[in-house]
């Protein structure tokens, strides 16, 4: 097994990580910024045809997440002349080959079992009912079955695809003819031939669950050796009780009390045990039920695209404002970053929703929506004449909004009002007779 190199190996030693994505973005980018800043080459691996010649000019490593093996053996070929010393996966698709390859090089990651149970939704909620944490009933069953008919469902009740995320094909279910109607849709999404592109393997597997009511966080962090470093909790001050969950807002620093703060970071360390995480990145989703804290995922991936940004962090020597990327880039390679921690202030982004499909023609408002008390950026990431899909079966959003504050009641208003300026013109899709 290799070993991972460190900067105390030679002093003129460049060290380099592995970043694994299913396409170019803004999160890679970020991630080349933070490489130059700390020093560190970057490495790209992306889903795509090999038979391509670069055309993203980025010497990327022409990966088939879905052909683990033949990826694995091309990024160990590629690393033979360039030694690898850290490896990131972006997004859920990735990250069990991201753990193939830290076992196969000899750095750090989790195990590719591990890995796997953190984006199949039903393999998680396993891991955590052996383990004795809380989970709703639940069972998985193909997406043709009608689900309504078993006898195992009870109301209210949440059907959802196991290898998507983002809450897409997600939906709440209150009797069995709404069961029946969400079953119908998620089967007809999950037919999709973008759906089906994916090609996981679980494409036609579906998870019916208990509804669980409660507010609802987001945890990020870190694993190094199986302990847990929280870098965030987010807040979703936007109750997400169906019949749909779209994510719009995330605000920290957390408006949990100082007992219930340590009690969801003490069940989050618990999933992660009981799923066997070990080293990198992970964002987390937790309902504070009556009853319990409930784990909803535990992705072993960094959070995803834009979001990313609300996060600044202090403690890293020469980066007065250092990016999650920053933070993570050093992790991989075997920095300290213990004395790392998020900045004072209050941030918060918020996920544009799509208020209705059709074609997207114009957008209004932009520049008065910058203008509001504590607005960073507003960034539209929709284009002109892109067909929008609402949830649930939307893969994306309309763009994002960034605020930050003293306060995150104040980041929460300020979003809010941000929001209302912005007018988006959508026109109804065109339908061939």
Not at 197 to 214: K, N, P, V, W, Y
Not at 323 to 338: K, T, Y
Request: aromatic share 6%; proline share 5%.
């Amino acid at each position: 097994m290799a070993r991972s190199r460190t900067a105390s190996d030679n002093s003129n030693i460049r060290l380099r990580v592995l970043i694994l994505s299913t396409t170019t973005g803004y999160q890679l980018r970020s991630f080349g910024h933070a490489a130059e800043g700390a020093g560190i080459e970057l490495m790209f691996a992306t889903d795509r045809c090999h038979q391509l010649d670069d055309p993203w000019r980025d010497n990327a490593v022409a990966v088939r997440f879905h052909e683990e093996d033949a990826s694995l053996e091309a990024i160990v070929e590629a690393s033979r002349s360039r030694p690898l010393d850290g490896v990131i996966a972006v997004g859920d698709r990735p990250v069990v080959l991201a753990a193939r390859v830290a076992a196969a090089l000899g750095l750090r990651g989790n195990h590719p079992a591990a890995a796997a149970a953190s984006i199949n939704k039903s393999l998680f909620k396993q891991a955590l009912t052996r383990a004795d944490l809380p989970v709703p009933w639940f069972f998985e069953t193909r997406s043709d079955a009608r689900v309504s008919a078993d006898p195992r469902v009870q109301y209210p009740c949440v059907i959802k695809p196991v290898g998507l995320s983002g809450s897409r094909g997600v939906m709440r279910a209150n009797t069995a003819a709404e069961l029946d109607e969400a079953s119908a849709r998620l089967q007809a999404l999950l037919s999709r031939k973008d759906v089906r592109a994916i090609r996981s393997g679980l494409e036609d597997t579906i998870l019916i669950e208990g509804f669980i009511s409660g507010r609802e966080f987001a945890v990020e962090g870190v694993m190094t050796s199986g302990t847990m470093q929280v870098f965030a909790i987010f807040d979703k001050p936007d109750p997400l009780d169906g019949p749909f969950f779209e994510e719009t807002i995330y605000v920290t620093p957390s408006a949990l009390d100082r007992a219930t703060h340590a009690a969801v970071l003490a069940q989050v360390a618990r999933a992660g045990s009981a799923l066997g995480l070990e080293n990198g990145p992970f964002h987390a989703e937790c309902r504070l039920a009556s009853d319990a804290i409930y784990i909803l995922e535990m992705a072993a991936r960094p959070i995803g695209g834009l979001c990313s940004k609300v996060l600044r962090f202090e403690g890293i020597p020469g980066v007065a404002a250092a990016s999650l990327e920053d933070v993570l880039l050093r992790h991989a390679v075997g920095q300290d970053i213990s004395g790392v921690a998020r900045e004072e202030r209050a941030a918060g982004v918020m996920m544009i929703p799509i208020p209705r499909k059709g074609m997207l023609k114009r957008v209004e408002g932009i520049e008065a929506a910058s203008k509001v008390a504590g607005i960073e950026e507003v960034q539209i990431t929709a284009k002109i004449d892109q067909l929008l899909e609402p949830l649930p079966e939307a893969g994306s959003y309309l763009g994002f909004i960034f605020a930050r504050r003293s306060e995150g009641n104040d980041v929460i208003r300020s979003l809010k009002a941000a929001h209302t300026r912005l007018r988006f013109d959508v026109a109804a899709p065109i339908t061939v007779m």
